[in-house]
Every structure is written in C-alpha cells, then in structure tokens.
C-alpha cells in the first residue's frame, strides 16, 4: 500500500527518476522484441511472430500511455529515446545469440585447395563445388548450406587452409532436402543403437 500510495502520489523522485528509467528499460525490452519479431518474420516462423507482436504492442501503449500523463517531463523523451536505440542494439545481440535458420556460404577458390575441400568434407559440411571462369582465369566454386551456430566454424577452416579465398555469407529463408552437418554426439549414439540392434 505504501508504494501504491507512493506512485499516486507523483513523488518527484518517481517522476524525474524512476519512471524515466521504467520508460528507458521498458522500451528496451520492446525494441528488442520488435527486432526478434522482424527476425522471426523474415525466417518464417509463423508461430513466435504473432506472439512477440503482441507484446511489443502491449508494452508500447503501456510506455506511451505513461509519457502522456507526463508531458512536461522531458526525460521521459529522452528514456524513450534511448530505450529505443538500446533495444535495437539488444535485438541484434540476441539475434546472434540464438543464431536462428541457415545461411548459404559461397566460397570462390582462384588456386588448387584440396585441403581446404578434404578438410569441409571431413567436418560433415554438404557441399556442392563447380568450375567456373573468374576476371583472372579458371576458379572452383565452392556452395554450401549451413546453421547460422556454425557459421563461425566453417568460416575458421576456411581461414586456416585457406585464407586468400573470397566467400560471401547470406540468409535463406527455407532449405528442401539437402546434405547437412550432424552433431557427432548424436552420430556416436545413432552408431551404438545400430551395432545394439545387430547383436
């Protein structure tokens, strides 16, 4: 009942201090969720885009709602401002932190790398490789599709045995079929279930 009466109250520590900084963290969240949502959008998840629509309108109307009550407070435009700028940065932070959908990777090889193509076969990477004639003579192309959580590791290999090469990254919505990396974990117990069902 105190804090309530405490808010009611308008209490100038509450309107120059707590609700700018429940307006700043507020829209944080919010943003942060409008950039999922666009995310999930983009990839085509039909199920998590409606839900996290819902709740970066919920909590936007609630942020707004409480800066018309306090018009002659600038530092709620200035919280609101900032969330805003902060959610995003939150947004794509958390974007890489799931690393959501695949990516097709685009290697072009302008010399002989056996190694490096030995070496993406070995790691389990599906891989599809062309001839091709490039501005300064015969290249190899090298496609492959991958999960966004490992995008990091194919690019090191590539790195390593390979660093003069050129390769481009880029999002894909869907993927039908196709050859991709299995976690070794789960090839090892696959293999033990197989050699179990044969004793």
């Avoid at 609700?19 to 919010?30: A, M, T």
């Avoid at 302008?110 to 300064?136: P, R, S």
């Avoid at 039908?176 to 197989?194: A, E, H, I, W, Y």
């Amino acid at each position: 009942m105190v804090i309530l009466n405490f808010l009611a109250n308008d209490a100038p520590i509450f309107t120059w201090f707590i609700l700018p900084v429940l307006i700043f963290c507020s829209r944080i969240f919010d943003q942060s969720v409008g950039t999922l949502r666009m995310i999930f959008v983009a990839k085509g998840y039909k199920s998590l885009a409606p839900l996290f629509a819902f709740f970066e309108s919920l909590i936007w109307l609630v942020v707004i709602g409480e800066i018309f009550k306090h018009l002659d407070n600038p530092l709620c435009y200035i919280a609101y401002a900032g969330g805003y700028a902060m959610g995003n940065y939150v947004g794509m932070l958390l974007d890489e932190r799931l690393s959501l959908g695949n990516v097709i990777i685009r290697v072009i090889l302008n010399v002989e790398t056996q190694d490096l193509i030995d070496q993406l076969k070995a790691a389990n990477y599906g891989l599809t490789l062309l001839d091709a004639e490039g501005g300064k003579g015969k290249v190899k192309v090298v496609f492959s599709i991958v999960k966004r959580s490992e995008v990091k590791d194919f690019v090191g290999i590539i790195n390593k045995f390979s660093p003069q090469s050129f390769y481009t990254i880029e999002e894909i919505r869907s993927v039908n079929k196709g050859v991709f990396r299995t976690d070794s974990r789960k090839q090892f117990l696959n293999m033990n279930m197989m050699i179990k069902k044969h004793k």
